[in-house]
């Protein structure tokens, strides 16, 4: 499940952080959040996560 962490700070940054994406589904997944912050997008720390790709689900299929 795809949760989203929002730290507020004292000096008004925020850094939004996502939990339990894999790839860029983790960008894609903030972006409507970023535009209703208001603020632009500051500097991007990409998590390892963003490397990794969603596993593949294996099927086991019979063919004739």
Same mark, same amino acid.
């Given at each position: 499940?795809?949760?989203?962490?929002?730290?507020?700070?004292?000096? !008004?940054?925020?850094?939004?952080?996502?939990?339990?994406?894999?790839?860029?589904?983790?960008? =894609?997944?903030? @972006? &409507?959040? #970023?535009?209703?912050?208001?603020?632009?997008? !500051?500097?991007?720390?990409?998590?390892?996560?963003?490397?990794?790709?969603?596993?593949?689900? =294996?099927?086991? @299929? &019979?063919? #004739?």
């Amino acid at each position: 499940m795809k949760k989203i962490k929002i730290t507020l700070h004292k000096d !008004g940054t925020q850094k939004v952080e996502v939990l339990g994406a894999a790839g860029p589904e983790c960008v =894609e997944f903030t @972006r &409507e959040l #970023e535009g209703r912050l208001g603020a632009p997008v !500051g500097e991007r720390e990409l998590k390892s996560e963003y490397h990794e790709t969603e596993p593949e689900i =294996e099927t086991d @299929r &019979e063919y #004739e």
